[in-house]
Structures are given as structure tokens and as C-alpha cells.
């Protein structure tokens, strides 16, 4: 059975860093598309990075520069390393693993970031 | 990027009620096209894929239909488990994009 456990959310001040984290079970996150997606408070889904099996990495342009994605394929776990935070980045943070290319077939339960001063 | 428009906004049924929830892409997509359900407090579920295949998780009553542009999501009979929000997404091309959501409510 897929498995993804987020982690890592909590409060943080503007220009504050916070490291998210997501562990997999069921399968490796070294043989398939891992992304991250987000949530405003009330609001749709926004797309925000993903990082192939080949270890390519892209970002939405509301995060890309502030924000990392990564992987351990020991750990099998996937990870977000958000910098410079604002408040528009408040959200909850659903670690997804993608079938195909950019389709997603299994989401986490998701880890909320507050952006507050 | 392609810029997905899900209508109504918001959709007030009563079970048995027949339910279609409708999804525009700025540009065609082909059939690249998923749908997922997110019930309260809960994940997005993958629902339709390829526009009109479902997910085995999923009852026969929901059915997704379209091409190109214009795409489609039936439910034939509403359950009350239904009561929940529905976006479309297009993964044709790069960055994969969501709807703003349909919620339908009681």
C-alpha cells in the first residue's frame, strides 16, 4: 500500500526558512515523479515543484529561488527546503507521487505552513 | 500556460440529483486531462484520468467526458459522499495546471 507522510510544517516568521518532509512507503521515490503541491486557506490547488527520477527539478515562478526540492532514495523520502518565506506562502503542503508525467495518483494528508509575524 | 475555468463555482444539489460539473482549458489539451475529489479536511483523490477513464476507487455513477477544450464531469446519481470539491487539471503541458474548484453542497 502508497503511503506519503508529510511533515516539518508549523509557524514561521516572514523571511523565515522551514524544511518539509515526506516519507514513502509502498514504493521508491527514486523511480517515479515526486511533487509538491499547495493550498491557501480556502483556496484551489497550486502546482509548485516536482523532481524527475533523473533528478531534474522545477518550480513554479512563485517559489522558484526560494524554494529547494530533493529526495534521499535510502530514506525514500522526498523533501522541500523553503527560504525566504511570505505570507502568501501560508498553506498546507500535499507531498504527491505522480504516474506518468504530471498526473497524480497518490497525495499525502498534507503539512501546513503559517507564514506569520 | 494554460489556463484552466471550471464552472459553476459552486453547485447546491440534493442526492439522486444528476450532477454535471464543467472544465474549459485556454488551449487545447487533447484528453490530458484529470479530475480529483477533496472532501473536507481531507487530500485530493484522483478521480478521472485521460478525461473520461476512472480511477478504480471510484463508483460507476461518476463518469468524465471531452476533448480539446471543453471537458465534462458527470455524476449520475449523487451519494451523500459525494458532497465534496472538484478540480479539473491539465497535464499536457508544462506547468501542469488546476481549475479554481467546483464545491457541490447540499
Known amino acids: 500500500e502508497v503511503q506519503l507522510v508529510e511533515s516539518g510544517g508549523g509557524v514561521v516568521q516572514p523571511g523565515g526558512s522551514l524544511r518539509l518532509s515526506c516519507a514513502a512507503s509502498g514504493f521508491s521515490v527514486a523511480d517515479t515523479y515526486m511533487t509538491w503541491v499547495r493550498q491557501a486557506p480556502g483556496k484551489g490547488l497550486e502546482w509548485i515543484s516536482v523532481?524527475?527520477?533523473?533528478?531534474?527539478?522545477y518550480y513554479a515562478d512563485s517559489v522558484r529561488g526560494r524554494f529547494v526540492i530533493s529526495r534521499h532514495d535510502s530514506n525514500n523520502a522526498l523533501y522541500l527546503q523553503m527560504n525566504s518565506l511570505r505570507a502568501e506562502d501560508t498553506a498546507v503542503y500535499f507531498c504527491?507521487?505522480?504516474?506518468?508525467?504530471?498526473?497524480?495518483?497518490?497525495w499525502g494528508q498534507g503539512t501546513l505552513v503559517t507564514v506569520s509575524s | 500556460e494554460i489556463v484552466m475555468t471550471q464552472s459553476p463555482a459552486t453547485l447546491s444539489v440534493s442526492p439522486g440529483e444528476r450532477v454535471t460539473l464543467s472544465c474549459r482549458a485556454s488551449q487545447s489539451i487533447g484528453t490530458d486531462l484529470a479530475w480529483y475529489q477533496q472532501r473536507p479536511a481531507q487530500a485530493p483523490r484522483l478521480l478521472i484520468y485521460?478525461?473520461?477513464n476512472r480511477d478504480n476507487d471510484f463508483p460507476a455513477r461518476f463518469s468524465g467526458s471531452g476533448s480539446g477544450t471543453e471537458f465534462t464531469l458527470t455524476i449520475s446519481s449523487l451519494q451523500s459522499e459525494d458532497f465534496a470539491v472538484y478540480y479539473c487539471?491539465?497535464?499536457?503541458?508544462?506547468?501542469?495546471?488546476f481549475g479554481q474548484g467546483t464545491k457541490v453542497e447540499v
Open positions: 485521460g478525461a473520461s
Open positions: 504527491v507521487k505522480n504516474v506518468g508525467w504530471e498526473l497524480f495518483d497518490e
Open positions: 523532481i524527475y527520477t533523473a533528478g531534474n527539478t
Open positions: 487539471q491539465q497535464y499536457n503541458v508544462w506547468p501542469p495546471a
